[in-house]
């Protein structure tokens, strides 16, 4: 069991950046460990500002190849694994050492559909970037993009990358299984419709041992002289069998945290086979339409008709995020993407607050009456708890 699942929004932005959003990227805690979704310009500054540390970060999952999603990537990787600026070809660097055959340090992984290895391998050869540690970029190939026999750079590898980078093929319902699984974790990925190639990532737990209530077991342990630690036995879930024949079951497992972290999207609907029953759904909601609370919108506007802009271009509203996280049946929805109209400031300022409230009613309409919405602020903090 994972004993702290936080989630860091370090960019909320679309497609600008503003005063008070930068561009997106979010940082999910596990204990230790540091893994990102997408990795926005100026996502680096936002992780020193954050209470994330960089040398924790040790996967990096990428949505798309949007720039707002992908242009702080290759100068997070030059910080992360200590990059140094390089020098021509054919110019000895003594700085360079084989970092990719080196065993001491943990490759930094990185997932992203097709393109994404050819972006960071170009990144850091035409910047004479040298990694001091080493990467592998695993591609999450759709049914249109070359065969996985085919790479998608035609460089020759970085010094720094690892041959060990897969291109991950699409099972038969379209998703993708477990392309990472741990005893603790597994993350699972599938396409989701926007105006390029997208992916929404699954974090799911593994069951988690059930509640634990003492009481039960106490005194037959007592009776039969048993030691107490017996209870961590049973905590695990497993059976035991006391002196006297008495035979004690732990409690059930119970499920464990499912995260569903979408990229840019007007319609997810191929990651529904993987999202049901989600603890804490990031959706995004770039555009909506608010009359009485935002002084620019149009006349001519409509629920409708923003709808359809929002459509047109890849993305949704506050009130199809709302419906996907209804159809899904989740707990908690977490808005982000959000245009630059609308900004991130704390409660002081007013106007601010309206909108984010605004926005989130719109959501709470198709979620359900009761259920939890959050519009993420830059720098924000949300826990996922375990259930009861
Ligand atoms: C966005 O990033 C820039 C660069 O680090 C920083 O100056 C700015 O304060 C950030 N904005 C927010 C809202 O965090
Ligand atoms: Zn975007
Ligand atoms: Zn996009």
């Known amino acids: ?90 110019v000895e660097d003594p700085r360079i050492q084989n970092t990719a055959s080196s065993s001491i340090i943990e490759p930094i992984e990185i997932f992203g559909p097709y393109g994404t290895r050819a972006y960071v391998r170009s990144g850091l050869k035409y910047t004479y970037t040298n990694l001091g540690g080493p990467y592998v970029v695993h591609e999450l190939r759709m049914t249109n993009d070359p065969p996985p026999s085919e790479d998608s750079s035609t460089l020759s590898l970085d010094h720094a990358e690892l041959l060990t980078g897969r291109n991950i093929v699409q099972q038969a319902d379209g998703t993708w299984r477990d392309i990472f699984a741990s005893d603790m974790l597994t993350v699972s990925a599938a396409p989701i419709h926007h105006s390029v190639p997208c992916v929404g990532y699954v974090v799911h737990e593994r069951p988690i041992p059930g509640k634990m209530n003492p009481s039960m077991y106490v005194p037959h342990l007592k009776r039969t002289g048993t030691p107490m630690s017996v209870l961590r036995q049973l905590q695990r879930g497993e059976t035991v069998q006391l002196s006297d024949g008495t035979v004690l079951q732990g409690p059930e497992r119970r499920p464990g945290r499912k995260i569903v972290i979408l990229g840019d999207t007007y319609d997810p609907s191929p990651i529904v086979p993987l999202a049901d029953d989600t603890d804490l759904l990031v959706h995004e909601a770039t555009n909506a339409h608010l009359p009485s609370v935002d002084p620019d919108t149009k006349a001519s506007d409509t629920y409708k008709s923003v709808e359809e802009c929002a459509k047109s271009r890849g993305h949704s509203t506050p009130q199809m995020a709302g419906a996907f996280a209804k159809r899904i049946a989740a707990r908690r929805l977490v808005l982000n993407h959000f245009s630059a109209r609308y900004a991130g400031d704390d409660d002081s300022n007013e106007k601010a607050k309206k909108v984010m409230n605004a926005l989130r009613c719109l959501a709470e309409e198709m979620f359900g009456e009761g259920k939890e919405v959050i519009c993420a602020r830059d720098l924000m903090t949300l826990n996922v708890e375990p259930r009861e």
């Open 1 to 90: 069991m994972v004993a702290t699942i936080a989630i860091t929004f370090l960019g909320t932005a679309s497609a600008q950046p503003s005063s008070t959003r930068n561009h997106s990227s979010l940082a999910l805690r596990l204990d230790g460990h540091v893994w990102l979704f997408d990795c926005g310009e100026a996502t680096q500054h936002q992780v020193q500002k954050s209470n994330v540390k960089m040398g924790k970060i040790q996967k990096i999952f990428i949505t798309h190849t949007h720039g707002d999603h992908i242009f702080g990537l290759l100068p997070l990787l030059a910080s992360r694994l200590n990059g140094a600026g390089g020098m021509v070809e054919g």
